[in-house]
């Protein structure tokens, strides 16, 4: 947690009611418990970044009684230091020779039927939940998380559009680094530390792909050298202080590219404008999909577009809900999505352009604000 946010901060990104949100939202399931290992659903309930090691970190969620994090030892006082220690959730330590999930099995009532894990837990840990419960049945809590974790609170969106504004300030820079003459990777170096600089805590990824490389939509980097009149797909992410993501792409051209490429950035650039005009609630995302996705394939790229027009984005780079087609779910005020079409030729050139949107309550929020006009540079 940065400094700027504080204590104060954190309070309104993880406030305590989420804990009694997933504690109801459990039972309605069905579900006797939840159980959150490390990573983004114990961030989410609790604030608490913890590491995922051998030995076990669990928050215990029962549908009746109160929430407990049970963690090692020697991690507790990390604990306490975390935003969860101003939760008023006990925090208990277990020693090196304690069986943790036995005793997480003694605190649970005795007529455990259902359980579920995040959907991240680890299968060694899983597992030994099954040994210790052995007459319960074990499901995935990410089905209960997931419908939490896709509704942004507005502290939650303040801080996308923090990381948006961050990865933006990369992006304007990136006239910088790719020039002629140098290779995907030198110029992916200089844009990492760029996203550091920026305000971000950690890299995810880099991706420059230049010349034939940008028809492979997760090319990342390699050796290829740049050359003049190569378009330039470079989709950047990190993740802030405050745990949530960045994710940002945009395509260039060093020197003026093909033709048959600008016409085709042109019918891209028209479907990802239709599509961030057409964010609203109730708009289901398989309908969002296809604003875009129609107006590519009436331009006869419909067989280049082959992924899906976005993901949703939070404290995970990918997370609900999902915009592709096939996916009825409506949209809702503070649902957070990247919206991405893409055309890719293989063997010659491919193009994107993504930005972060919010579902508001009357509309669409762009939370990614550089131009999204084909910029060319120097060749």
Not at 12 to 18: I, N, S, T, V
Not at 232 to 239: E, F, N, R
Not at 258 to 267: I, S
Not at 291 to 297: F, H, K, L, T
């Amino acid at each position: 947690m940065s400094e700027s946010t504080g204590k104060a901060g954190a309070a309104k990104l993880f406030p305590p009611e989420r804990l009694d949100r997933a504690r109801r939202a459990a039972e309605d399931a069905g579900l006797d418990a939840l159980l959150v290992s490390p990573g983004a659903d114990l961030r989410y309930l609790t604030g608490y970044q913890a590491l995922p090691l051998e030995r076990l970190t669990c928050l215990v969620v029962p549908a009746e009684g109160d929430p407990f994090l049970v963690v090692p030892a020697l991690e507790k006082a990390a604990a306490e230091a975390s935003p969860a220690g101003s939760l008023g959730v006990e925090i208990v330590g277990f020693a090196e020779t304690d069986d943790a999930y036995a005793m997480i099995a003694r605190r649970l009532p005795p007529h455990v039927a259902r359980f579920a894990v995040d959907n991240h837990m680890w299968a060694e840990k899983l597992l030994a939940f099954q040994d210790a419960l052995p007459t319960a049945q074990a499901g995935l809590a990410g089905d209960v998380l997931s419908v939490l974790r896709m509704r942004k609170s507005p502290a939650e969106v303040e801080a996308l559009r923090r990381a948006g504004a961050a990865i933006d300030r990369v992006h304007r820079r990136i006239g910088e680094w790719l020039r002629p003459g140098r290779t995907e990777r030198e110029i992916a170096g200089d844009i990492a530390d760029a996203i550091i600089a920026a305000g971000h805590a950690t890299v995810d990824f880099v991706i420059v792909g230049s010349g034939p490389n940008g028809a492979s939509p997760h090319h990342e980097v390699s050796d290829r050298v740049v050359k003049a009149g190569d378009p330039v797909v470079v989709d950047i992410g990190g993740t802030t202080a405050e745990g949530y993501c960045s994710d940002s792409t945009r395509t260039y051209a060093v020197g003026e590219p093909p033709a048959e490429f600008r016409e085709l950035y042109e019918v891209l650039l028209a479907a990802q404008t239709a599509q961030t005009r057409a964010v609203r609630p109730g708009v289901t995302a398989e309908q969002l999909d296809a604003v875009g996705r129609d107006r590519i394939a009436a331009a006869g790229y419909g067989d280049h577009f082959i992924h899906r027009t976005g993901h949703g984005i939070g404290l995970e780079t990918h997370e609900e809900p999902y915009i592709v087609a096939g996916s009825a779910r409506p949209l809702e005020p503070g649902m957070a999505f990247s919206i991405e079409p893409g055309i890719y030729l293989p063997g010659r050139f491919g193009a994107r352009i993504e930005d972060i949107a919010v579902c508001t309550e009357d509309g669409g929020e762009r939370l990614n604000l550089t131009g999204r006009d084909l910029v060319v540079l120097p060749g």
